[in-house]
């Protein structure tokens, strides 16, 4: 839903052919509530976001669950309610806010379409849309973009931990924002790590090394985050 929505905003925004195939989409099947708990120690909170943006090297646009420091606007977003965060050149940044479900917002946005259908019939309106000549941009693959990650992983509580996840990091050139290390149960500890912000191919690349380690039994969740 929030992909579509993407599409639809994305074209008017930008003035573009945006095709529901060209957005970047994870869900919150791999979301947890230790996600959320150990978001909350850290300063975040998560939201599904939908995020269009035109850069220099074309559009950018993805969904995914996001780490969103508790003093953003979108933070308070709660419930059934929505939000649409603009960032404008002009008019800095603005939120719309409201319900996004229920019976009573439903039926308010339907019948709000069946006045303006009735109002168009009624006064010979053909084409109320504005008329665009939307154009072909790129799209910007996602390892050309930069951002800060949250992952949780279990590993061996055993030395030399630290230094490999610290030699697949050094490797690619990830820096480290914070580190929780929880207690071992059964030979396995639960450690939560935040990046600064990197080129996705270079985490990705650093994930990859991870996953080789034996040191390494698992990586639970891989979330992106907007620095605070």
């Known amino acids: 839903d929030a992909a579509y929505k993407l599409c639809i905003l994305s074209r008017l925004a930008f003035n573009s052919r945006v095709r529901f195939e060209d957005i970047y989409i994870q869900g919150i099947e791999g979301l947890s509530k230790r996600d959320v708990f150990y978001a909350g120690e850290l300063g975040y909170t998560i939201k599904l976001l939908a995020i269009g943006e035109e850069v220099q090297g074309g559009l950018v646009l993805r969904v995914h669950p996001t780490l969103i420091p508790l003093a953003h606007p979108l933070a308070s977003v709660l419930n059934e309610n929505n939000a649409l965060f603009v960032v404008g050149d ?19 946005s339907i019948v709000a379409d069946l006045i303006d259908v009735a109002r168009n019939i009624n006064r010979q309106v053909e084409n109320s849309i504005i008329e665009n000549n939307f154009q072909d941009k790129r799209i910007v693959s996602m390892d050309e973009l930069h951002s800060a990650f949250y992952l949780r992983l279990q590993a ?5 931990v ?23 149960v059964r030979g396995m500890a639960e450690i939560v790590l935040v990046t600064h912000k990197v080129e996705e191919k270079r ?10 380690s034996p040191a390494i039994n698992k990586i639970n969740s891989v979330f992106r985050v907007i620095e605070k």
């Open 162 to 184: 630290f230094a490999s996840l610290a030699t697949a990091f050094g490797g690619e050139q990830v820096s480290l924002d914070m580190i929780i290390q929880k207690r071992s």
């Open 156 to 160: 061996k509580d055993e030395p030399g």
């Open 90 to 108: 002009a008019v800095g940044e603005v939120m719309f806010y409201g319900p996004g479900a229920g019976s009573l917002p439903t039926g308010s």
């Open 203 to 212: 985490f990705n690349a650093a994930l990859r090394s991870i996953q080789r």
